[in-house]
């Protein structure tokens, strides 16, 4: 069974700061991996779609990089604003299908 | 193009009582999830429905039910409820079979009483 997990499980950083979310899988078969952001109370907005055969992928401010052989997926955020505070959650594609396995989640404050 | 929207929104419901929820998918996508977030278990996949078939099924009681009409919409209900089924109830679609990216709906906040 895939279990995925996120550390850390919270962050606070000040504004302007690089930092670094990390996401491991128990399962390196999978297809690919999606990062997410949930504002509270809210749906989930895609940030980064990597699939198995890359490396990473780039989008803006973000690049979210994926190491399959050894079970793990980094999201780096350059000079952090207070806008990206948010729960980042990462999930795996894998059993067949369009089923996710989501993490457990890291919650970033980004303080002025 | 119009985003994955879900009604209702907002549900308040009682004990024993049965809720349907509905999602409309991004037009053209005719794969759609359904997904449980709760704060003890986080976000728990449901079922997947892909041209009307159901293809995937998580680990949830039969009380939990699907189905997806012609033009893709999906439909999700939940019978007998139990104050455990509150909850975000998520709906995401993409383009296919395969794995593409998911967009995910705003949810519907259901409340059990």
């Known amino acids: 069974k895939q279990e995925v997990t996120q550390i850390p499980a919270a962050l606070s950083v000040p504004e302007g700061e690089n930092l670094v979310l990390n996401c491991s899988f128990t399962?390196?078969?999978?297809?690919?991996l999606q990062w997410f952001r949930q504002d509270p109370g809210k749906g989930l907005t895609s940030l980064l779609l990597?699939?198995?055969?890359?490396r990473e992928q780039t989008s803006g401010r973000l690049n979210a990089s994926l190491d399959k052989s050894s079970g793990r997926s980094t999201l780096y955020i350059a000079a952090s604003q207070p806008g990206d505070s948010a729960t980042y959650l990462c999930a795996v594609f894998g059993g067949g299908g369009n089923k996710l396995t989501f993490g457990t989640g890291t919650q970033l404050k980004v303080e002025l | 193009k119009a985003g994955v929207t879900q009604t209702p929104r907002y549900l308040i419901k009682t004990r024993g009582q049965q809720v349907t929820l509905s999602c409309s998918p991004i037009s053209g996508h005719r794969s759609v999830s359904w997904y449980q977030q709760t704060p003890g278990q986080g976000l728990q996949f449901l079922f997947e429905y892909f041209s009307e078939t159901q293809r995937n099924k998580g680990n949830f009681p039969g009380r939990f039910s699907g189905r997806q009409f012609s033009n893709s919409r999906s439909e999700m209900n939940v019978s007998t409820l139990e104050l455990g089924d509150s909850a975000l109830y998520l709906c995401a679609s993409s383009l296919a079979q395969a794995t593409y990216e998911q967009y995910f709906g705003p949810g519907t906040r259901l409340t059990v009483t």
């Open positions: 990597i699939q198995s055969s890359q």
């Open positions: 399962d390196s078969a999978i297809y690919n």
